[in-house]
C-alpha cells in the first residue's frame, strides 16, 4: 500500500515512516509542507495519505485546507488527518463529501503502533475512523428531540465505537457482548434514526455520522 | 560640493548658517532705522557694523535682533508723545507723512508693530527672555488651546489708553482727567472679563468693529458726533488730518481694525467659556477615572491568568511528567532483573504522557483557542455551537476579522454564556448572533431556559465583563425569571483584518501549475 505523508516536524515525520514501512506500508513521499503536499496527493495519486493539519506556510489549517482540496480534485481519496487537538468544527468539514475514507485523529494516538496501522488500514479501505475525542463529544450533544435521544444507552456506545473504527469483533470485546448483540444493536441504531439499513458497515457509520453533523 | 573654490564653500557656510539664524538678517536694517532716529542721514559705519555682525557671527546678531526691535519700538513710542507732531526724527517712523500738518498718528501703530515684532522674535529665537514670553503665550492661551477672553478684550482697552495717553483725548470727551477715566474704564473692563467672560468678548468685538466701521463712516461722511468740534482724535486721528482730507493709510487702518474685529467675532461669540471648559474637565477626569479602573482590572486579570497557568501546569503537565519520568527510571533499573514488570512501567509511562498531552490541550483551550487563532472568531464561535451539549443555532454576519485581544475577550463571553446556559438555565435551544455595524462588534446570546440569571452571583459572568470593559465593551443580561435569557456583549472596534487573507493564494498556485 502506498502512503503519502505531509508533516513538518522533522522527527514526527521520520517517525512515521518507519512506523508505516515497518507495518509493510511503502511511503511513496514525506513532504513538510502544504504545496508540497497538495501535489504530491494529487500527482501521485497514492493508496492513502497521511496529513498533518498545520503545516507551513500558515501554520494554521493549511493540512485540512489541502485534504478538503485534494477530496475535490480526487474524489474519495483516503485521507487520514492528524492533529494536536480535534475540533468537531473540522471533522464535520471532512465528512461533508460523504465519500468515505476519512480519518481524524490526535496526534497521540500514533502512540500505539498497531492501532494506528490498524487506523491506516480501515482509513484506506474506505472507512471512517474518528478520534474517540471528537466522537464522545458527539455523542454527548443532548438534545431532547434530537436524534440521539431516540438511542438507547446501549446503542448509543455501540454507535460511538463504530464512530472510532472498531470492527463488529472489537466492539464486542471491548462491551462484553457476542458479535450477534453488536450486529442486532446496529440494526436497532439505523432503526431508530429511522436510516436504511446498509450491507456495507463502513457506509452505514458514514451515513449516521453525517445524519448526526447535520 | 568638490567643484567649488575655498572661498566659495566659505559662504555657501556662512550663508547656511544665516540661513540658521535668520532674525539676524534683520538687525542691519532695524540699525538703519536707529541711525535715522538719532543723526537723520547716518553715518555708514552702524549699518556696515550690524551688517559685518550679521555675517560673522549670525547667532549673536539673532540674539541681538529682538532687543533691537524692543528699543525701536519703545523709544518710537516716547518719541511720539514727547515732541510735537513732526520733527526729522519721525521721517523714518513716519515715512508717509512730509509736513507739519500732517498727523503722526500712524506712529503708535508703527512703534507698536515693532514692539510685537520685537516680543515674537523674543519668543522665536533662542534669545534670553524668550523662555518666559513663551510661557505667557502658553498661559494666555489656556490648559486646552482655547484662547482666553483677556487678549481681545485687553487690545480694547490698550486702543483706548493709548489714543488716550498719546493723543490727548477721548472719544467723547470727559473733561479734565482723562487719565483717571482711562484706569476705570480698564479695572471695569478685567472685572468685566472675570465675571462675565461671554458678555466681555462681545464687548471687545463691538469695540473694534465699531471703532473700524465709525472710522471709516467719519471719513466718508466727515464730522459724525459733533458739529464743528474736533472730530474724535481716535478716528480723526487716523482716517482725516485736521483739514479734513482724507489720509488713505489711517482708512487701511480703519479698514483694518473692522476687519480684525470681525474675524475675531465668530471665535469669541461661540467660545463657551468657563463653564464649559470646567464641564469637559469634569468628562476628562471621569474618562481618566474609568481608564485607570480598567487598566488596573486588565493587569489583575492577566495576573490572575498567569498564575492559574503555572498552577495548572504545576498539578497537571509536569506533574504527569515526573511521574513519567520515575515510571522510566524504575523501567530503567528493572530491565535486567524483571523484563515484563518493566515493560507494564514503560506502557504506564506511555499512558501518563498521554494524560500530560490531555491536560496541555486543556490548557491551551483555556487560554487562547487553536481554533480561535487558525480560523477567527466566526469559525470558533461555530465550533463553540458544534461542541456544546445543546442545540446552537449561529447567525454570524462577520466579513472581517477584529484584532486578536478582542476575538479573544469576545470569544471567552460568548463561551461563558454559553456555559451558564447549559449549567444553570436548562435550557433546549441557544442562539448566537454576532453582527458589526458603526463601530461596534454586537453578539447576542440567547437561550430558552428558565431564566433568573444574577450575574452578581458567581456565574464567571463578571470576570467576562471586566475583560470587556477593558476594550470599553459592556454585557448587559436581561433574565426574566422563567423567561429566556439574553446576553448582548457589545465592543467597539475596527475590522482591519479581512478573514483568509493569510493564506497567501498557494492553493491556487499549485492547482495552475498543476
Known amino acids: ?214 | 560640493m568638490g567643484h567649488m573654490t575655498t572661498s566659495g564653500r566659505l559662504l555657501a557656510a556662512q550663508g547656511a548658517r544665516l540661513r540658521a539664524n535668520w532674525p539676524a538678517v534683520l538687525l542691519p536694517l532695524v540699525a538703519a532705522d536707529t541711525l535715522g532716529l538719532f543723526v537723520g542721514p547716518a553715518p555708514l559705519w552702524l549699518f556696515i557694523g550690524a551688517a559685518v555682525l550679521a555675517f560673522l557671527a549670525p547667532k549673536e546678531g539673532a540674539r541681538l535682533t529682538p532687543f533691537a526691535f524692543l528699543a525701536y519700538g519703545v523709544y518710537g513710542l516716547f518719541l511720539f508723545h514727547s515732541l510735537s507732531f513732526w520733527s526729522p526724527q519721525l521721517v523714518v517712523y513716519g515715512f508717509v507723512h512730509s509736513g507739519p500738518n500732517d498727523n503722526a498718528g500712524w506712529v503708535p501703530f508703527q512703534a507698536v508693530a515693532f514692539l510685537a515684532a520685537g516680543v515674537w522674535l523674543l519668543a522665536v529665537t533662542g534669545a534670553p527672555g524668550g523662555a518666559a514670553v513663551r510661557r505667557a503665550a502658553a498661559q494666555l492661551r489656556g490648559t486646552d488651546g482655547q484662547p482666553k477672553t483677556v487678549p481681545p478684550l485687553l487690545l480694547l482697552l490698550v486702543i483706548f489708553l493709548w489714543e488716550e495717553v498719546f493723543s490727548g483725548q477721548l472719544w467723547f470727551s470727559y473733561g479734565q482727567k482723562p487719565h483717571v477715566v482711562a484706569i476705570i474704564l480698564f479695572a471695569a473692563g478685567v472685572a468685566l472679563v472675570r465675571l462675565w467672560p461671554r458678555a466681555a468678548a462681545v464687548v471687545a468685538v463691538a469695540g473694534i468693529v465699531s471703532f473700524g466701521i465709525v472710522g471709516v463712516l467719519v471719513t466718508v461722511h466727515g464730522s459724525l458726533l459733533n458739529d464743528g468740534d474736533p472730530t474724535p482724535t481716535v478716528f480723526g486721528a487716523v482716517a482725516l488730518d485736521d483739514g479734513g482730507n482724507l489720509n488713505a493709510l489711517g482708512l487701511i487702518q480703519c479698514l483694518a481694525l473692522a476687519g480684525l474685529g470681525c474675524a475675531l467675532a465668530p471665535r469669541l461669540l461661540t467660545w463657551k467659556g468657563d463653564a464649559e471648559l470646567a464641564k469637559r474637565a469634569q468628562a476628562l477626569t471621569q474618562r481618566v477615572g474609568r481608564l485607570t479602573q480598567t487598566r488596573s482590572d486588565a493587569t489583575e486579570v492577566a495576573v490572575a491568568e498567569l498564575r492559574r497557568i503555572e498552577r495548572d501546569l504545576h498539578d497537571g503537565a509536569q506533574a504527569r511528567l515526573v511521574a513519567v519520568g520515575m515510571s522510566l527510571r524504575a523501567a530503567e533499573e528493572l530491565m535486567p532483573a524483571n523484563p515484563e514488570a518493566a515493560l507494564a512501567l514503560v506502557a504506564e509511562a506511555r499512558e501518563t504522557s498521554s494524560r500530560a498531552l490531555d491536560d496541555l490541550r486543556g490548557l491551551v483551550r483555556g487560554i487562547y483557542p487553536p481554533v480561535l487563532a487558525d480560523r477567527g472568531l466566526a469559525d470558533a464561535v461555530r465550533a463553540l455551537a458544534i461542541d456544546a451539549p445543546l442545540t446552537v443555532d449561529t447567525d454570524i454576519t462577520l466579513t472581517a476579522e477584529p484584532s486578536m485581544p478582542v476575538a479573544a475577550a469576545v470569544y471567552f463571553a460568548i463561551a461563558e454564556a454559553l456555559t451558564n446556559a447549559v449549567r444553570h438555565a436548562g435550557a433546549d435551544t441557544v442562539q448566537i448572533g454576532i453582527g458589526y455595524s458603526d463601530g461596534m462588534l454586537r453578539a447576542t446570546v440567547t437561550d430558552d431556559g428558565q431564566g433568573g440569571a444574577d450575574p452578581s452571583v458567581g456565574t464567571g459572568l463578571s470576570g467576562v465583563e471586566r475583560r470587556l470593559a477593558t476594550f470599553d465593551g459592556i454585557l448587559a443580561v436581561t433574565s426574566r425569571v422563567g423567561g429566556p435569557t439574553i446576553i448582548v456583549i457589545e465592543v467597539p472596534c475596527a475590522l482591519p483584518h479581512v478573514a483568509g487573507a493569510e493564506d497567501g493564494g498557494w492553493t491556487e498556485v499549485v492547482r495552475s501549475s498543476g
Do not use: W
Open chain 1, 1 to 214: 500500500m502506498r502512503v503519502v505523508i505531509g508533516e513538518d516536524l522533522f522527527l514526527l515525520r521520520d517517525g512515521l515512516v518507519r512506523l508505516l514501512e515497518a507495518h509493510g506500508f511503502e511511503v511513496a513521499a514525506a513532504v513538510g509542507s502544504a504545496p508540497e503536499l497538495l501535489r504530491a496527493l494529487t500527482e501521485l495519486k497514492p493508496d492513502i495519505g497521511i496529513v498533518d493539519v498545520r503545516l507551513p506556510p500558515t501554520f494554521t489549517d493549511d493540512g485540512l485546507r489541502v485534504a478538503i482540496e485534494a477530496r475535490r480534485a480526487c474524489p474519495g481519496l483516503p485521507l487520514l488527518v492528524l492533529s494536536q487537538y480535534v475540533e468537531q468544527l473540522y471533522a464535520r468539514e471532512l465528512l461533508a463529501d460523504q465519500a468515505g475514507g476519512v480519518g481524524y485523529l490526535l496526534k497521540d494516538r500514533v502512540f500505539s503502533d498497531a492501532a494506528f496501522a490498524d487506523a491506516v488500514r480501515d482509513v484506506a479501505a474506505g472507512g471512517t475512523v474518528l478520534d474517540p475525542e471528537v466522537v464522545s463529544r458527539l455523542m454527548t450533544k443532548r438534545t431532547r428531540s434530537g436524534p440521539l435521544a431516540a438511542l438507547t444507552p446501549r446503542e448509543r456506545e455501540v454507535l460511538s465505537l463504530m464512530a472510532q473504527g472498531r470492527s463488529n469483533a472489537a466492539i464486542a470485546a471491548k462491551l462484553f457482548i457476542t458479535e450477534k448483540a453488536v450486529t442486532k444493536h446496529a440494526a436497532g441504531i439505523f432503526a431508530n434514526l429511522g436510516l436504511a439499513p446498509s450491507d456495507d458497515d463502513n457506509r452505514r457509520v458514514l451515513a449516521v455520522l453525517a445524519y448526526l453533523n447535520s
